[in-house]
């Protein structure tokens, strides 16, 4: 409950619209629904045919907080750049097709090669290994659809709703991004006067 309430407050922190908060919080549950009935669905079907690829061990219970933390970024990068395609002026459905065929490919890329990674595991000669590495295949392309693609979709169905009712709001740039843009640009402009400094610190 207290990880649910501290996920709510920072995406309302980021986002800045309570109906963003929801379709994300729609999106990260469905996220987990879908991998779980999935993991049954495998497990079942698996073991009828007399070789068993679910055992569900410890490393399953990382499941949830692996999904929900890479869900939570797919759904604020796209979000975010939907938000920003907006304040420069494009129209609700331009800004969602900017969106996901910018940023939906780079999720993609990273949540294909996010699965592989975990489907290295298949290898192992521990059977935990070899299913929590399924397990996490399943909800990481379960996270892709629900949270990179189902949500900016989503956010786009209501605005448009809006927009026919003539009550979609405008984008304000102070509020697209948690952290003002001139702390961003101080931290840069400090790190480039210390350059050197700050190689050696990384």
Same mark, same amino acid.
């Given at each position: +409950?207290?990880?649910?309430?501290?996920? *709510?407050? !920072? @995406?309302? &922190?980021?986002?800045?619209?309570?109906? /963003?908060?929801?379709?994300?919080?729609?999106?990260? =549950?469905?996220?987990?629904?879908?991998?779980?009935?999935?993991?049954?669905?495998? %497990?079942?079907?698996?073991?009828?045919?007399?070789?068993?690829?679910?055992?569900?061990?410890?490393?399953? $219970? @990382?499941?949830?907080?692996?999904?929900?933390?890479? &869900? *939570?970024?797919?759904?604020?990068?796209?979000?975010?750049?939907?938000?920003?395609?907006?304040? $420069?002026?494009? /129209?609700?459905? /331009?800004?969602?097709? =900017?969106?996901?065929?910018?940023?939906?490919?780079?999720?993609?890329?990273?949540? #294909?090669? =996010?699965?592989?990674?975990?489907?290295? $595991?298949?290898?192992?000669?521990?059977?935990?290994?070899?299913?929590?590495?399924?397990?996490?295949? @399943? %909800?990481? &392309?379960?996270?892709?659809? !629900?949270? &990179?693609?189902? +949500?900016?979709?989503?956010?786009?169905? #209501?605005?448009?709703?809006?927009?026919?009712?003539?009550?979609?709001?405008?984008?304000?740039? /102070?509020?697209?991004?948690?952290?003002?843009?001139?702390? @961003?640009? %101080?931290?840069?402009?400090?790190?480039?006067?210390? %350059?050197?400094?700050? *190689?050696?610190?990384?």
């Amino acid at each position: +409950a207290a990880m649910g309430l501290i996920v *709510i407050i !920072l @995406l309302w &922190g980021s986002l800045r619209r309570w109906s /963003d908060v929801a379709i994300v919080s729609a999106g990260l =549950t469905l996220s987990l629904v879908w991998m779980f009935g999935l993991i049954g669905w495998v %497990g079942e079907a698996s073991q009828a045919v007399g070789y068993p690829l679910i055992e569900r061990s410890q490393f399953s $219970n @990382l499941l949830p907080i692996l999904i929900l933390a890479l &869900g *939570i970024d797919d759904s604020l990068h796209v979000l975010h750049r939907y938000k920003e395609e907006r304040k $420069n002026g494009s /129209d609700s459905l /331009d800004s969602a097709t =900017t969106s996901l065929t910018r940023v939906g490919r780079a999720i993609l890329l990273t949540s #294909i090669t =996010t699965i592989a990674a975990f489907s290295a $595991n298949f290898v192992s000669d521990i059977p935990a290994l070899r299913s929590f590495g399924l397990e996490a295949a @399943l %909800g990481v &392309g379960s996270a892709f659809v !629900l949270t &990179g693609l189902w +949500a900016p979709l989503v956010r786009l169905d #209501i605005d448009l709703w809006l927009e026919r009712k003539g009550k979609l709001p405008d984008e304000d740039k /102070d509020k697209i991004h948690l952290i003002p843009s001139h702390w @961003l640009a %101080g931290v840069a402009k400090t790190s480039a006067i210390f %350059g050197p400094i700050v *190689i050696l610190a990384a």
